[in-house]
């Protein structure tokens, strides 16, 4: 079966999901808490016969003795999953109005507004890779939708630090997954800016503490070469520490002779 698993994306890409964005049709469909703000949720869609095949007598739902806790008792949840189920279109995705007319009005909105939002994003990425470039940072933002993430163009030992750097510069980001932001569509034009200026203050800065190197003084550009370095500096670095060690042992005539 083909298994999408949009616990980080939820409903960030589209009204239907990954489904209705790249127009595929998933057998099973993973939204874990996402579908109500993170509660203690796991949200698994599927048809009957799939989600029940393993025992068609316990089929996998929430509530049931099967589950093992004690959710039926925690309102705040049921009215959360009571909530999503409502607006779940049985074709496919959520649905988003009751009668035909109203419903096709509704979603034509909600489609729009999701268009906006992810013009939105792609131009203010657009404007700050114009930037980096500009200051032949080695780093892009690319953005698929509202989901982004960081690309640095170069090699290097150092780029974990300027997840470090953002947060000091006041970035606070929104992390989906290892390496996946969402945009934060939230947030003021005037916050964006903000935004904007503090990636570019930690990624000069960056630069400026020596994390990166300018480009003139760039010599290892690859990874294996990166590697070998490290691989070098940790034999030195044990070697000098094995060294030490053995003149320990030796006895404290012959250590004096060679320290004089």
């Known amino acids: 079966p083909l298994i999408f698993d949009e616990s980080g994306t939820g409903f960030r890409l589209s009204l239907s999901g990954a489904q209705g964005y790249f127009g595929v049709l998933a057998d099973v469909v993973c939204y874990g808490g996402t579908v109500a703000g993170a509660p203690p949720l796991g949200v698994l869609c599927g048809p009957s016969w799939m989600l029940a095949h393993s025992d068609p007598h316990l089929p996998l739902r929430a509530g049931t003795a099967s589950s093992g806790g004690r959710v039926l008792e925690n309102l705040a949840l049921m009215a959360r999953t009571a909530l999503f189920l409502d607006g ?67 090699a290097g030992r150092y780029h974990w630090m300027y997840q470090y750097v953002l947060v000091d510069e006041g970035a606070f980001l929104v992390w989906l997954s290892p390496g996946r932001l969402a945009f934060p569509h939230e947030r003021s034009s005037a916050e964006l800016d903000e935004l904007h200026a503090a990636f570019l203050r930690a990624a000069i800065r960056m630069r400026a503490e020596g994390w990166w190197p300018a480009p003139a003084e760039v010599e290892l550009n690859a990874d294996h070469l990166i590697k070998m370095q490290i691989a070098k500096e940790v034999v030195q670095a044990v070697g000098g520490r094995m060294l030490v060690a053995a003149l320990h042992l030796l006895p404290n005539s012959v250590q004096a002779k060679l320290q004089a």
């Open 88 to 154: 779940v279109d049985p074709h496919g995705g959520h649905s988003v109005g009751s009668g035909t007319g109203r419903a096709e009005a509704t979603r034509l909105s909600v489609t729009a507004e999701y268009t906006s939002m992810h013009q939105r994003a792609a131009a203010w990425i657009a404007k700050l890779n114009t930037e980096l470039q500009y200051e032949q940072l080695p780093l892009r933002l690319e953005c698929e939708a509202s989901i982004w993430v960081i690309r640095f163009e170069e």
